[in-house]
């Protein structure tokens, strides 16, 4: 009964994000979304955690929304303003950070914002070690890169995803 639940539950959430993303009031797309949603719930029931959705994790996952906005911003200025110098300050290499996320979709997520951050890139996850190109890498040391890459993202995604 727990899973059914779950799975409903997920179904209507996918449902209602797909409603609030396109803003469609054609009820044959909610349809179709509501059985796409139901379909792929089934398909990763054994992945819905308990429980799914928590005010604190919807606050955090709103913030991290902004969040992730404003460092895209942040990091869009850097590379720009490193473009148009005259001379441009780079020094790119790989560094190896340390997460202390446990699940495989909170690792995923950390990867994929950081790619998403203009001047760093995740090129390899293994376990709990990431290995980011850094567009200026100031600090080969793990501890320190993973302070200035990583842990700033890391304080909403353990909340999220742990």
């Known amino acids: 009964m727990d899973k059914i639940l779950k799975i409903m ?6 449902t209602l994000f ?7 009031k054609d009820i044959n797309n909610l349809l179709i979304m509501f059985a796409l949603s139901l379909i792929v719930s089934i398909i990763f029931r054994n992945h819905l955690r308990s429980p799914i959705f928590s005010p604190k994790k ?3 996952s ?3 929304v902004i969040f992730l906005f ?11 303003f490193r473009v148009i110098k005259p001379v441009i300050r ?4 790989i560094v190896t950070v340390k997460t202390k996320l446990k699940t495989a979709m909170g690792r995923m997520i950390l990867a994929n914002s950081i790619t ?6 995740t090129v390899d996850i293994k376990e709990d070690t990431l290995y980011i190109h850094w567009i200026d890498v100031t600090n080969m040391d793990e501890k ?4 200035k890459i990583v842990a700033s993202f890391e304080k909403y995604l353990e909340v999220i995803f742990d």
Request: hydrophobic residues 50%; charged residues 10%.
């Open 62 to 64: 709103l913030w991290y």
């Open 144 to 147: 320190a890169a993973t302070e």
């Open 70 to 80: 404003i460092e895209i911003i942040k990091a869009n200025i850097d590379v720009a």
């Open 90 to 93: 780079i020094n790119p290499g």
């Open 18 to 24: 797909y409603f609030i993303w396109t803003g469609t």
């Open 9 to 14: 539950f997920s179904t209507i959430m996918f």
């Open 116 to 121: 998403l951050t203009p001047g760093t890139l």
């Open 58 to 60: 919807i606050v955090y």
